[in-house]
């Protein structure tokens, strides 16, 4: 008991000897990667999508989590861990781009509405909101997404894909609120012409 | 949803979808949806092409050992 207590006043008094902070920062950090890789799938999911292919998105998520891993630091306890990641995988997939050195593509001109493909639809199908729906393949719908100029579709993936609400998808890209609200809802009209283009050469093809 | 009720009703259908309308702009749309077949038709619509787009990015499978892989590889390098 007296041992106890000797120990707290230590403790309270004076800086706790090296051995303990190493271990509790070992501790702390094992913990953080263990939280992290939690979210790794997630990751992946959206890398896929950023990048277009499923090696690029295991590269990306990698090098994510390298970063994160020598950061982990500056990440805040109890804050959004999935947006924190998301931004970093965000960050080195710009780098990625720019080392490539793709530039990203112009803003296309869209005066589609958002009702656009369901009338597309509907001039072929009396049920556009059944029927269609089910027409529209898994590969329609992956290579449309793909086909979305860089900044509207990271966007799109981020919310519709990786369930990032609109603030979190501005704290991730480093862009205002109304600029996610904007490039969303362009990208998803975007979307669905490129949805659109697809459904109907399909249905020429079959 | 002044002059043209379905108009009003376009412009709020992506924010309606994504939660984000105000209690009186949700409830607006909502009396509309209710009372106009045009709209509603394509609210079904909208609301399963986002489930379709969601399933199918959702449904990618993650490689084999993905997630021990990276612990390994990250673990490495700490």
């Known amino acids: 008991m007296l041992l106890l207590a000797d120990t707290l006043v230590e403790m309270a008094s004076s800086e706790p000897p090296p051995g303990v902070v190493a271990a509790s920062e070992a501790r702390d950090r094992a913990r953080f990667e263990d939280d992290a890789l939690g979210h790794a799938e997630h990751l992946y999911r959206i890398a896929v999508r950023l990048t277009g292919g499923r090696q690029s998105a295991e590269d990306l998520v990698q090098e994510t989590y390298l970063r994160a891993f020598r950061a982990w630091r500056s990440y805040r306890p ?47 199908s009396p049920q ?44 991730i890209l480093g862009i205002p609120i109304g600029t996610v609200m904007s490039r969303l809802y362009r ?17 020429v093809s079959a | 949803m002044s002059a043209d009720p379905c108009r009003g009703a376009e412009s709020m259908m992506q924010p309606y979808l994504d939660r984000v309308l105000t209690e009186a702009e949700t409830s607006r749309i909502e009396v509309h949806l209710r009372d106009c077949a045009y709209c509603s038709d394509r609210y079904v619509f909208e609301r399963g092409l986002r489930s379709v787009v969601r399933e199918c990015c959702c449904d990618e499978p993650v490689p084999a050992g993905f997630v021990e892989r990276l612990r390994r590889r990250c673990s490495d390098q700490a």
């Open chain 1, 128 to 171: 556009p909101q059944d029927e269609v729906l089910a027409r529209l393949s898994g590969t329609a719908i992956v290579s449309a997404l793909g086909d979305l100029p860089p900044n509207f579709r990271e966007v799109v993936v981020l919310v519709d894909v990786g369930d990032f609400s609109y603030a979190d998808a501005a704290g």
């Open chain 1, 187 to 203: 990208g998803r009209r975007l979307l669905k012409r490129a949805l659109a283009d697809r459904a109907e050469g399909e249905v």
């Open chain 1, 78 to 124: 109890g804050t959004n861990l999935a947006a924190w990641l998301a931004t970093i995988m965000r960050n080195a997939n710009l780098d990625e781009l720019r080392r490539q050195s793709r530039r990203p593509v112009q803003e296309p001109l869209d005066e589609t509405g958002d009702y656009y493909l369901y009338n597309r639809l509907a001039e072929t």
